[in-house]
C-alpha cells in the first residue's frame, strides 16, 4: 500500500470541491473505490482520511471482537456510522459535505497532511498549531521509532 506524504494547502470552493493532492491521488491508485473516506477525528478538531481498502482493514481488525460486543458496537459505530465515501471527479477533486467543513473549521483553504496510511484535513492554521505540538511531545519524551523485527531478520 502506497504511503500518503508531506502537507499541501488546497483551495475550498463554495461548493465544498477541493483537489485531492496528486501525491495523495497516486497512493489511492490502483483502489477498487477511486476515491477516499473521511469522518471526523476523535482527537482533534480535523477529518481522518483513508483510502477504501485500509476502512477494509479497519473491519476486519473488529472482528477480533465479539460480534455483539459493547466495544466492537461502540466501535464500529463510532468509525463506519460517520464515515463518508467521496468519490474523485474527472479533475481529482472531492465535495466535502458542510457538517465535514464545519467540524474542522475549514475557511477558503485546507491542508491535507500525510500521515503514512491515512492523512488528516486541517484548517491551516491549526495544523501548524498541531504540528508545533506533535514536535515538543516528540522531542520532551524522546520519542522514537520501533525497532521492525521482520525486517532487521531480513538485513543480519
Same mark, same amino acid.
Given at each position: 500500500?502506497?504511503? =500518503? ?97 464545519? =467540524? ?7 491542508? =491535507? ?5 491515512? =492523512? ?37
Amino acid at each position: 500500500m502506497a504511503l =500518503f506524504l508531506s502537507t499541501y494547502v488546497n483551495k475550498l470552493d463554495k461548493k465544498g470541491r477541493i483537489s485531492v493532492p496528486s501525491g495523495f491521488r497516486s497512493a489511492l491508485a490502483g483502489q477498487s473505490f477511486q476515491g477516499v473516506v473521511l469522518f471526523k477525528s476523535q482527537k482533534h478538531a480535523a477529518l481522518e482520511g483513508f483510502p477504501m481498502s485500509y476502512m477494509e482493514d479497519i473491519s476486519e481488525r473488529l472482528d477480533h471482537f465479539d460480534l455483539f460486543s459493547d466495544e466492537q458496537d461502540d466501535l464500529a459505530t463510532t468509525i463506519f456510522a460517520q464515515s463518508v465515501q467521496l468519490p474523485l471527479d474527472g479533475d481529482g477533486r472531492i465535495i466535502l459535505p458542510s457538517d465535514l467543513i464545519d =467540524f474542522a473549521g475549514l475557511g477558503e483553504q485546507a491542508s =491535507f497532511v500525510g500521515l503514512g496510511h491515512k =492523512f488528516q484535513i486541517w484548517a491551516p492554521e491549526k495544523l501548524e498549531a498541531r504540528k508545533a505540538e506533535a514536535m515538543s511531545a516528540v522531542k520532551d519524551k524522546s520519542m522514537t521509532i520501533p525497532k521492525n523485527n521482520k525486517a532487521d531478520k531480513g538485513r543480519a
